[in-house]
């Protein structure tokens, strides 16, 4: 017997995953009660219900947030997933125009004014990715240990991260290398996340120590030498890792451990030389002989491990060239000051400085709500947007924000567990992808905050002022909701 639309609607509500709304309530207050406390001006008088203040605004910001969840929660989940395509490239195609309407906001031109609003297209775009990939990997049984399959979601992803990135808003577009977290639980290699990993490590050891020698009086630089040894033992642990032959992995790490020690002896006790010399000999070296082993054993993975070293070879070799002439030189200077290479508390590192001074001055318990010193004098830039997780440690202290990271953390296991449970293709993918997501932003916004992460400007999810953030993070949710509330329907 079919369903009536009352009763329909009655059995969603009841099928409504209850906790994680309860935690979006939680952090929609925990976030007003920031923004409140971010934005306060001495002179406000405790008016915090004024639209004309950014605390009045975020009330707005979160009522239509709650009429959008309402509607969502109203709308068929088949009718979000068939037109999952269309709004897929709805979204391309506003990105596209995005930069030709939107009006310069800090060299950014991702903003697009709508009367008096003005709307960031990347904060909904995301949404529209999830939809567009979980549609594609349901409909077409699509497996990320697939070459094919991996490609065609990779460009899913790149098309709206390339567009983004014209817009000149690089913190926006890295988020979507977020995605490929999902696509790791759906069986893409962990030898690419590895190579990802790798490549983060390459570049930091590699720019930190650079113009550091390896001793005095030796033309060997340290940072050389250590990506190189890095490159050498990684490819050794993929040999052990992926091929069935051990001897060949120990061969290659003793040779090559053997000649570093020869040369480094020669180095400090003979005659000085650059070592590097002799690790580019054994790289050459092991990837002959990779090149070899893949003919001899007729087995594609050495091949692809000798093009691991080339690749993380010619990656370290160009990481210089892209520091120095693709990147912005604000996002130089973010990067040198991060790394330890240059000291600017007046420029680059003045906002991470505050930021650690305002959640360091909040001790265990905070000063109390409106009472942050750092924050009402307005030390810290952006405080009630990219930087609003400092107020929350000035105010309420290391208890206060320990219990946001955890509300997070719970928001976050929750999302996988719902994610799991989906009985279909499209809702599991769908729920990783949101997953990612927040943990993306959260991990990275609370990073740069502290000084562990380069300050890339992203919002943190439903704390940061603004309503393209909070809209859009309330979309990505709720459609999650509405498709795990349909769960039990036995057919899509």
């Known amino acids: 017997m079919s369903q009536t639309p009352t009763s329909n609607s009655k059995s969603v509500w009841r099928s409504l995953d209850w906790f994680t709304i309860l935690l979006y309530g939680a952090l929609l207050a925990m976030g007003w009660m920031s923004v409140c406390g971010a934005s306060y001006d001495f002179d406000q008088a405790g008016n915090f219900f004024d639209f004309g203040t950014r605390s009045g605004m975020q009330i707005v910001w979160i009522g239509t947030s709650l009429v959008l969840a309402s509607v969502i929660l109203a709308t068929d989940d088949r009718l979000i ?26 060299g950014s031109l991702s903003w697009i004014k709508v009367g008096s609003l003005s709307i960031q297209p990347a904060e909904f775009a995301k949404f529209g990715t999830a939809l567009c990939v979980s549609k594609v990997i349901a409909a077409f049984d699509l497996r990320m240990d697939r070459f094919r399959d991996f490609v065609v979601c990779s460009v899913l992803v790149l098309a709206p991260m390339v567009l983004i990135v014209l817009q000149k808003e690089t913190g926006s577009a890295l988020v979507y290398l977020s995605f490929f977290l999902m696509m790791y639980r759906y069986g893409m290699p962990g030898s690419i996340l590895f190579t990802a990993v790798a490549a983060v490590v390459y570049f930091v050891v590699g720019i930190r120590y650079a113009d550091v020698p390896l001793w005095e009086d030796t033309p060997t630089r340290l940072g050389e030498c250590c990506v190189l040894l890095l490159i050498h033992l990684f490819s050794v642990g993929l040999m052990l890792v992926y091929t069935a032959l051990r001897m060949p992995a120990f061969k290659v790490l003793a040779y090559g451990l053997l000649a570093l020690l020869l040369a480094v002896g020669t180095d400090r006790y003979a005659l000085p030389f650059d070592i590097a010399y002799v690790q580019w000999g054994v790289m050459a070296g092991m990837m002959l002989y990779l090149l070899y082993l893949s003919l001899r054993e007729r087995l594609l993975r050495y091949l692809y491990i000798a093009f691991f070293a080339i690749g993380s070879v010619g990656f370290f070799y160009s990481a ?10 604000h996002q130089q200077m973010r ?26 001055s909040g ?15 307005k030390y810290v830039p952006e405080q009630d947007t990219d930087f609003i997780f400092c107020t929350v440690g000035e105010e309420e202290g290391f208890i206060g924000s320990a219990t946001v990271l955890l509300l997070f953390l719970l928001l976050i296991l929750r999302l996988i567990h719902v994610a799991e449970r989906q009985p279909h293709a499209f809702g599991r993918v769908y729920g ?29 999810p439903f704390f940061s002022y603004g309503g393209s953030s909070l809209w859009g993070f309330t979309i990505l949710l709720f459609i999650l909701l509405r498709i795990d509330a349909s769960r039990g329907r036995l057919s899509r």
């Not at 269309?86 to 309407?101: A, D, N, Q, S």
């Not at 520091?323 to 912005?328: F, G, I, N, R, S």
């Not at 916004?445 to 000084?451: I, R, Y």
Request: glycine share 12%.
């Open 432 to 460: 990783y992808c949101v997953m990612s997501i927040f943990l993306f932003h959260v991990f990275i916004n609370v990073g740069m905050v502290l000084g562990l992460t380069p300050v890339i400007g992203i919002p943190l």
């Open 320 to 329: 210089n060239h892209v520091l120095t002439e693709v990147l912005e030189p």
């Open 363 to 377: 001790g265990l318990e905070g000063k109390g709500f409106l009472n942050g010193t750092q924050t009402k004098l």
């Open 81 to 106: 997933e068939s037109f999952s395509y269309l709004i897929y490239i709805g979204f391309l195609v506003v990105l596209f125009i995005t930069p030709f309407l939107a009006h310069d906001i800090k």
């Open 335 to 360: 990067i040198r000051v991060l790394l330890g290479l240059e000291d600017d508390p007046r420029g680059a590192g003045y906002n991470v400085i505050q930021a650690k001074i305002a959640i360091g």
